[in-house]
């Protein structure tokens, strides 16, 4: 296969049946690493901006929780964790006007998977209630155990039969380095054959490497540590998201928090 | 199913979709509906969008030896259409073509029934006249097509398989179906006596010849 990587990220036929059989069939591992999808410079572009110098509050709302999160010209969202440093954003393509390198690396993977997938590339990208839209998210994990407990997506155990999808494959693209900037178990994935693969160390992954993987193979991260000087698990994924009508209920308390802190920054 | 997912990668035909998830409630609908309708094993039955032989592992191994033709627009199916009944040891004689002008005339036959699971739902307005011009061609007098189809308040398209630009059709009430009714002299119903609701909430109507 030719090199796949975010500027080039369209297969021909036999790439993607290549693909899907690696990722679908029963004999196949149930993922697919790309390796070097992103070029060092756009890995230390992106952690640079969501590590180390984006302050959130200036750029995102406090996560109000899912239901009825994402709507049509919802805002980004992000979720900090007091105790553990886990910080989640929440980046609607829509809405993440001030990182333009993020929204373009996102495309281009949202529209791999949706050639694996089999489906159209523009069904998932605009949000129209009562459907999915992918909501592009940062997740930088730096200490907790039982960070991802174990489950799959989108599988014949989903309650809802409509949530059932065989075809649905997730991304992530990793952006540090277990060993390096984090220890733990990393990104822990279930074959199709069964077995379990602590996918960073068996595979050798490396910042700006592209897994595609199974949804509704088990998934998990059963423990992650990081000390002050490491940057955490910092990585992208691409979850597709519910779209509702209107906007949810963000608590007044929570308002009250986001007002208080932009105005204390525009005092300070 | 997983087996069934396997062939479909292996023929490069589909990922896995609703196709398996429904096939033993697609496959004994239509069989029964059909059977409902007075089908027997004598009788010659016409499979419009055949699929890869879902309905084919019921209706052939029902149906008396070469009773069974299937038409197809997605080629890959034609192989793995073979492989299922391989897998399912149905060794019966078949006919299978792929097929993308309404060409049923080429199987010499006359049918007393035909079926069209989801296939209208896949047609624009013009294919559906075109269906029933062909239609009248080779279904037997008093033959019954058995179709299904949801009544969309506009057209829209589907991309099958990121391969096939398909058009929806829209507004398939009363009157359009009528309409075909008066032009062809055929009989149409909806949602006939005694049938099961579809297993995915499509409509369900019959034309008699």
Known sequence: MKSINHRNFCLNKKEVWDVRRKIYHSQGEGFLLFKGFLEKKFTDHLVNYWCRLLDPPQTHLLFPGKEHAFYPGCPCYYKHGRTTGLKVFYNPLWGNQHEV?????????IHLRSQIEGKAFTREISPRPGQRCVVPRLIITRNGENVLAPHSDYGLDEPNPRNIDLARVQATLFLSQIDKDYSGSGFVFTKNNGDKIHCER?????PGDLLIWRYNNVHEISDISSRE??????????PPEEISHKAGSISIIEKTKYL????KRKLV | MFKIIDLHLEEEAGVPSNRELMWEDLGE?????????GMDSKHKLLDIGCGPLRFGTYAISYLDEGNYFGVEVWEPYLKLGRRILEEFEISKNYTMKIDRGFDYESFGEKFDFAIAQSVVTHMSVRQIDELLDVLKKVMKPDGILLFTFINNRFP?????????PMITPCKLDNAFFQALEKKYQVEYRKYPEGLERHPTGQAVATIKF
Do not use: C, P, T
């Not at chain 1, 390198?101 to 993977?109: D, H, L, M, P, Y």
């Not at chain 1, 000087?229 to 691409?238: A, E, I, N, S, Y």
């Not at chain 1, 208080?260 to 105005?263: D, E, N, T, V």
């Open chain 2, 156 to 164: 829209y398209s589907v991309y099958y398989e990121m391969e096939e």
């Open chain 2, 29 to 37: 609908w239509q069989m029964d509906s059909l059977k409902k309708m």
């Open chain 1, 202 to 206: 068996e595979l050798g992954i490396e």
């Open chain 1, 260 to 263: 208080l802190r932009s105005m």
């Open chain 1, 229 to 238: 000087d490491q940057v955490g698990f910092v990585r992208m994924l691409f």
């Open chain 1, 101 to 109: 390198v993020s929204n373009e690396i996102a495309v281009s993977i």
